[in-house]
Nanobody, 121 residues
């Protein structure tokens, strides 16, 4: 069974930094673009950043210039470095990736369990 496991969330003051990690595990054949989404209380889940297997990154306007997404294809891991954090960045952050398991012919859209990020003012 393939899964994504996030870590690195926590409580930080405004202006601080956090680094989120997401590792894919299981019998993996390949992974397409990996991404981070976030969901604040009472709001819809939204894209924060994505990165292709080739390393091309895309960011939401709200995080551009403050967040950096990176990945290691050999380790099936993606990170999100978050700097200059603001109270409005408070949310549950979810890792997402389409993953093709060994022996499968299709990709399954896979989500992690989420990690809480809280930024105090």
């Amino acid at each position: 069974q393939v899964q994504l496991v996030e870590s690195g969330g926590g409580l930080v003051q405004a202006g601080g930094s956090l680094r989120l990690s997401c590792a894919a595990s299981g019998s993996i054949f390949s992974i397409n673009a990996m991404g981070w989404y976030r969901q604040a209380p009472g709001k819809q889940r939204e894209l924060a950043a994505t990165i292709t297997s080739g390393g091309i990154a895309n960011y939401a306007d709200s995080v551009k210039g403050r967040f950096t997404i990176s990945r290691d294809n050999a380790k099936n891991t993606v990170w999100l470095q978050m700097n200059s954090l603001k109270p409005e960045d408070t949310a549950v952050y979810y890792c997402n990736a389409p993953i093709r398991a060994r022996g499968s012919y299709y990709y399954t859209d896979t989500w992690g369990q989420g990690t809480q990020v809280t930024v105090s003012s």
